[in-house]
């Protein structure tokens, strides 16, 4: 019935001749699919949503912990003040000081904070290598599993001492590095073409779902229990998911053993002009000399910069500036995430729309959501470093950043997917492990800048990453595109460009 309906259109189509009707024209068309619900390829979008959940929860819980894993006096005795007048709190329960604090000054914090970085970025590239060379399934519950372990031994590794601690991080990042090329590499395989947006902006979402459930989460564990069991509990939480997805999961739809027939057809035939398997051959130099790569590159790099500078260090802003206590620090610290979220569910919706429904091109629709999507951050992350102790413009602020940023979600972020299907796992493997820089280096380089926790140290730190989001901005709104590139395939196909 949609076939018959489309040939008439295109009859009609030609009677038009105004190139607004036209547009307002297709905008109606309806298009060829399966059905999205209770369809194989959303369940993995789901159970994939849930596993980044997991990802991140583990990966941020302990900005939250570490405030409550510090002593409260400083060096000379004096016990440590905010910058803005600390707000009042309940009485804490007596049971929830059982677990040990430790003497840390700023840049030992700031080393432990990003060294799960240090581990996250060896395990890019061969991650994406191998997920396409073994299967991604295995691979990415396998990582995530590795994570969960670590997660599970940090309190003794804090116990015995922040070397140890820095290394059990660093062996979580390690495992935790596979996840996004893993993920990418599985895609190629599941998504068509024209609902990559929506598929993958609910996969990813988990990882903003892990952070606003895990920081509030971590803080109500931290106030009536004590830190060590936010290791316990996500560790847990890591093992469930693990298990489901184990059962439930299969590399690619002809593998799968419940995925109907019509929708196997669907994804596959969408699929078999954009995907090569020629077997253990890769173009490494095609890819490394590919300015449409580089230009996912620099805007991964320039929009994680500001992201990793809030994911690590937002709760310390919030408890050493703003005067929130440990209860109260949480919750606050999730509210960007929230918008984070919710944008980049709504935007994946709006993107596919807009490009299989008005038809769109595709490097138009992935440009515009990477401008709005770190422009608008940039803008209102320096707008939060003036705001002084307004404690509610404050977090505004820092919300709206936050939350525009999850447009990016259908721009750069799955760019590979549009330009090298058959690669998108060592694509982004490549991109991720410069965009995992900001993480290593960008807490300490912010605690070196903030020893005094001043507001004006704070602004440096605000309008450095601004001003890296700008850049990378604009470098990918001049390089960026969206069609299949030649070297990717062996006849080239692109979806509106």
């Excluded at 905008?27 to 999205?36: D, I, M, V």
């Excluded at 610290?333 to 429904?357: F, H, K, M, T, W």
């Excluded at 850049?471 to 692109?494: E, I, K, L, M, R």
Aim: with cysteine; aromatic share 14%.
């Amino acid at each position: 019935e949609k076939i018959t309906f489309r040939f008439r259109a295109i009859k009609k189509w030609n009677k038009l001749t105004d190139t607004s009707q036209l547009s307002l024209f297709l905008c109606g068309l309806p298009s060829l699919s399966a059905p999205a619900c209770c369809s194989s390829r959303y369940g993995l979008s789901l159970l994939s949503c849930y596993g980044f959940f997991v990802a991140y929860a583990l990966r941020v819980n302990l900005s939250v912990a570490m405030v409550d894993m510090l002593n409260n006096t400083d060096a000379s005795g004096n016990t440590s003040k905010s910058v803005c007048p600390a707000h009042s709190s309940p009485a804490r329960p007596i049971y929830n000081h059982t677990a040990s604090v430790y003497d840390w000054d700023s840049e030992t914090q700031g080393w432990i904070l990003g060294s799960f970085f240090y581990g996250y970025i060896l395990t890019q590239i061969p991650g994406g290598y191998l997920a396409r060379k073994y299967g991604a399934k295995w691979l990415l519950g396998l990582g995530i599993l590795g994570t969960v372990v670590f997660t599970l031994l940090t309190p003794m590794a804090a116990d015995l001492g922040a070397g140890y601690l820095i290394a059990v991080r660093v062996l979580e990042g390690i495992g935790e590095g596979v996840t996004f090329p893993a993920m990418h590499a599985m895609w190629a395989f599941w998504a068509p073409p024209m609902e990559r947006s929506r598929l993958l902006t609910i996969a990813y979402t988990g990882a903003q779902l892990g952070t606003v459930v895990a920081l509030p989460l971590s803080a109500q564990i931290c106030f009536y229990l004590d830190w060590t069991w936010v290791f316990y509990i996500f560790g847990i939480v890591g093992i469930v998911w693990f298990i489901l997805w184990a059962l439930l999961v299969s590399n690619t739809p002809s593998t799968h053993p419940r995925i109907t027939e019509q929708e196997r057809l669907y994804i596959t035939s969408s699929l078999n002009k954009e995907l090569t398997l020629s077997g253990d051959h890769i173009p490494w130099g095609s890819i490394l000399t590919s300015m449409p790569l580089w230009a996912i590159v620099v805007a991964h790099f320039s929009y994680n910069w500001t992201f990793y500078t809030l994911l690590t260090l937002l709760p310390t802003y919030m408890s050493d500036v703003l005067g929130f206590s440990i209860k109260e620090n949480g919750a606050l610290s999730a509210l960007p995430y929230i918008g984070c979220g919710l944008l980049a569910v709504l935007g994946g919706q709006l993107a596919d729309y807009l490009r299989e429904n008005c038809f769109y091109r595709t490097v138009v629709v992935r440009k515009a959501f990477s401008l709005v999507g770190m422009i608008g951050p940039a803008v209102f992350i320096v707008a939060a470093g003036y705001t002084g102790c307004n404690y509610i413009l404050a977090v505004a602020f820092l919300s709206i950043s936050s939350s525009l940023g999850g447009i990016v979600a259908s721009g750069f972020n799955i760019n590979h997917l549009d330009i090298a299907p058959s690669y998108a796992g060592i694509l982004l493997g490549i991109t991720n492990s410069f965009a995992t820089i900001p993480g290593m280096v960008g807490p300490v380089i912010a605690r070196a800048l903030t020893k005094n926790n001043t507001i004006e140290e704070w602004q440096t730190v605000f309008y450095i990453s601004a001003g890296i989001n700008l850049f990378g901005a604009v470098f990918y709104t001049v390089f960026g595109q969206g069609v299949v590139q030649p070297w990717a395939v062996h006849n080239p196909h692109s979806h509106g460009n």
